[in-house]
């Protein structure tokens, strides 16, 4: 059955950093756009970051330019969020999210809680 899942959440001081993984199964993982969002407490889901099945096209919120970078490694089905200069308006649970408009197949993982904090 198809699966994401999500790895690398946990504490992290402000100014800090992290690299989250989601790795996918069960599915063509190469030909799906990925994507991460994010849902802080008593906010809605947003979108973090994007990347093409590829890798060549990538996209950012505002607010996360030039701090994360998203990356794939097909060969290892897998997406990663590397973060940086973390700030307590990061903290929310990450999903990773695997897109094949094409088709209208859409996956979710189940979400790594990221918390910064001092």
């Known amino acids: 059955q198809v699966q994401l899942v999500e790895s690398g959440g946990g504490l992290v001081q402000p100014g800090g950093s992290l690299r989250l993984a989601c790795a996918g199964s069960g599915f063509s993982f190469s030909i799906y756009a990925m994507s991460w969002y994010r849902q802080a407490p008593g906010k809605e889901r947003e979108l973090v970051a994007s990347?093409?099945?590829?890798?060549?096209?990538?996209n950012y919120a505002d607010s996360m330019k030039g701090r994360f970078t998203i990356s794939r490694d097909n060969a290892k089905n897998t997406v990663y969020l590397q973060m940086n200069s973390l700030n307590p308006e990061d903290t929310a649970v990450y999903f990773c999210?695997?897109?094949?408009?094409?088709?209208?197949?859409?996956?979710w993982g189940k979400g790594t809680l990221v918390t910064v904090s001092s």
């Open positions: 999210k695997a897109d094949l408009r094409a088709y209208g197949r859409t996956y």
């Open positions: 990347i093409s099945s590829a890798g060549g096209v990538t």
